[in-house]
């Protein structure tokens, strides 16, 4: 089965702080995803990547970067993060035509 | 470039209905087709898929859905539904080649609330 984690299922933060995002997949994908899930908005994709050190914008990636240093770990960046990051992070990895996700982060912005 | 709509923000249903949740998309190529369950408080999982074949793809758990390319439909069903059906569907679309190849637009999802 294939295995994506990500490092927190919740987490609160203050506005200003830097927040680190991890999302790590065992079924050696070259493709990794970070969205958003906002109620009524449905998933927006922030970043993916298709390979190592490679990195795409999605639809929002306005206040993220992220990092792939590794094949197996995708990172998402929130450089300083403010109350409207609050929102459920999801990460997903494909080898060619199917994503599977995460647990997802409930991240909360104080 | 595509689009997906999902007709019903939320369905209410009792207990063993049938219900059918509805997903129309939009695009200028080839699709792929998915249809994501997300349960309270976890991620998304996979229920089915559309790549090619069969424009009729079933789940283990009962769901199926028809792929209709004329009226650009992926409509998701269920003869009988229970209570732990309760949850949020995600119907999804990818455009097959290209740059783009494996992102996913998704729709905005349906609310299925099974009532006994």
């Known amino acids: 089965d294939v295995k994506v984690t990500q490092s927190s299922r919740y987490l609160v933060k203050r506005t200003g702080e830097k927040v680190f995002l991890e999302c790590v997949q065992d079924m050696d994908h070259e493709n990794m995803f970070w969205y958003r899930q906002d109620p009524g908005l449905g998933l927006r994709l922030i970043y993916f990547s298709y390979d190592v050190k490679m990195k795409e914008k999605g639809d929002i990636p306005e206040g993220y970067s992220v990092s792939r240093e590794k094949k197996e770990r995708f990172s998402l960046i929130l450089e300083s993060a403010s109350t409207n990051q609050t929102s459920m992070y999801l990460c997903?990895?494909?080898?060619?035509?199917?994503?599977?996700f995460g647990p997802g982060t409930r991240l909360t912005v104080l | 470039a595509q689009s997906v709509t999902q007709l019903d923000s939320q369905v209410p249903v009792f207990e063993e209905a049938p219900v059918e949740l509805r997903c129309n998309y939009s695009?200028?190529?080839?699709?792929?087709l998915f249809w994501y369950v997300q349960y309270p408080n976890q991620g998304l999982q996979l229920l089915l898929k559309?790549?090619?074949?069969?424009?009729l793809v079933e789940s283990i758990n009962g769901f199926e859905a028809e792929f209709n390319k004329s009226q650009t439909s992926f409509h998701l069903r269920k003869p009988s539904v229970h209570i732990s059906d309760t949850a949020e569907y995600f119907c999804a679309v990818s455009g097959v080649g290209g740059g783009s190849q494996g992102n996913l637009i998704f729709g905005k999802g349906t609310k299925l609330s099974v009532k006994p």
């Open positions: 695009s200028s190529v080839s699709v792929y």
């Open positions: 559309y790549l090619s074949g069969s424009t």
């Open positions: 997903a990895s494909s080898s060619y035509d199917t994503q599977y």
